[in-house]
């Protein structure tokens, strides 16, 4: 009887090694770009055994479909079709979750990164540096031909990051990045996922601190597709930081489920105002508008920016305004019931107040994350 045993290890020592690294490509809308990357990294990559992994959000213009029929003629080529589901930085976790590779990369797909200086950024890590960045702003590195606004806009979350992260970087906003799998693998159960900042989110996870080294490149133009980090990436980044740095003791959601709460009761005076001091509407009827404006206008943003991963459309944004309705009615009910119990207890009248909302708030956030925004 054979040695099962000795058979699998001299199997294994025959073959030449396993992959060195595995290059992720998160992707959305990107169908003219597939054939394009891969062909830039295969004359990027040439003495390197790597694969391309790309993490597509079911793209309604039929990326998934390029990628398969461009994987079928190239076995380094992979595909994780997600369904349900949007984020660029959860797409890069999935993607180098996926990898046996030594090392991981990510990259973005529309050819903005330049691909060229991967080899360099592996050696660096391969040398000693615990992650490799392809930065834009060393000497050496440029924006392209970015305009005014975008690059102060870029300036100004550096900044940021800078203050809130303590974390010394060129260019924290890159999305261009590789590492070991070994050293991704230490962080990754304390990522928090959100918004588009998957760098950050691992330099700022990672302790200690990890030894970095900045590969400089000139951010490309696109040339096919659009981009899709639109203003509300602004937002994610926010929540980001604000997750980091507080993100333990409460959930970034309910910071911003109770931000878009503060904005309704704004809204609400403005809605009061108008149909009581301008329209002349009885305070009743007024009180009554306001409280229905403000609450359609909690669910619209909170459907925007709060739960954008999980926003809801068409006829399903109306059913969601339903549920959202009545469950924060209910929650309203429980925020008078409670400071009407405290103030009859005793209770100064802001604290008996304050509790109220506490309560009606979380109740509110709690149910419509169970069941408008269910996962
Ligand atoms: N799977 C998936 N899901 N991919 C996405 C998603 C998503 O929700 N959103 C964007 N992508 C993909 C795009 O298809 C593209 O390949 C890459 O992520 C970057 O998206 P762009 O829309 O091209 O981003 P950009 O050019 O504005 O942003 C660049 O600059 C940022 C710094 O300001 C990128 O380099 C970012 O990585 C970088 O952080
Ligand atoms: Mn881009």
Redesign the pocket.
């Known amino acids: 009887m054979p040695d099962l045993q000795e058979n699998v290890i001299s199997n294994h020592s025959t073959t030449s090694g396993g992959l060195e690294l595995t290059v992720v490509?998160?992707?959305?809308?990107?169908v003219d770009?597939v054939e394009r990357m891969v062909a830039a990294l295969d004359a990027a990559l040439l003495d390197i055994k790597w694969e391309a992994v790309f993490?597509?959000?079911d793209s309604p213009d039929g990326t998934a479909n390029k990628i398969t029929d461009v994987a079928k003629v190239d076995p380094r080529v992979r595909l994780i079709h997600?369904v349900g589901r949007?984020?660029?930085s959860s797409?890069a976790i999935e993607g180098m979750m996926s990898s046996t590779a030594e090392y991981v990369a990510v990259i973005?797909?529309?050819l903005?990164?330049d691909e060229r200086i991967l080899p360099e950024m592996l050696q660096s890590v391969r040398e000693g540096a615990d992650i490799a960045i392809g930065t834009r702003y060393v000497e050496g590195g440029s924006t392209g031909d970015w305009d005014e606004t975008r690059e102060r806009i870029?300036r100004f979350?550096t900044w940021v990051s800078h203050k809130m992260t303590r974390v010394e970087l060129n260019d924290p906003?890159?999305?261009?990045f590789l590492l070991g799998r070994e050293t991704f693998l230490l962080v990754v159960h304390d990522l928090s996922g959100l918004g588009?900042?998957i760098?950050l989110d691992i330099l700022t996870t990672a302790k200690p601190a990890l030894k970095i080294a900045e590969v400089p490149y000139t951010?490309r133009e696109?040339e096919e597709?659009?981009?899709?980090?639109d203003t509300s990436?602004a937002w994610d980044f926010s929540m980001l930081l604000i997750d980091k740095n507080i993100g333990k003791l409460i959930p970034v959601r309910f910071v911003s489920f109770a931000f878009v709460g503060g904005l309704g009761v704004f809204v609400h005076f403005l809605a009061l105002t108008a149909m009581f001091q301008m329209v002349g509407k009885s305070f009743l009827w007024a009180q009554t508008t306001a409280m229905i404006t403000s609450m359609v206008f909690n669910y619209w943003l909170n459907n925007l920016l709060t739960y954008r991963d999980r926003r809801r459309t068409g006829m399903r944004w109306i059913t969601g305004l339903i549920s959202f309705v009545v469950i924060c009615s209910l929650g309203g009910a429980a925020n008078v019931g409670v400071a009407n119990f405290l103030y009859g207890e005793q209770t100064h009248w802001v604290l008996s107040a304050l509790a109220g909302i506490l309560v009606g708030a979380v109740w509110n956030y709690a149910a419509t994350s169970l069941y408008t925004w269910r996962n």
Request: no cysteine; aromatic share 10%.
């Open positions: 490509i998160p992707v959305f809308n990107e770009n993490v597509d959000d997600r949007r984020g660029l797409a973005d797909g529309d903005q990164h870029s979350a906003m890159s999305g261009f588009f900042k760098l951010f696109r597709g659009e981009s899709k980090l990436a």
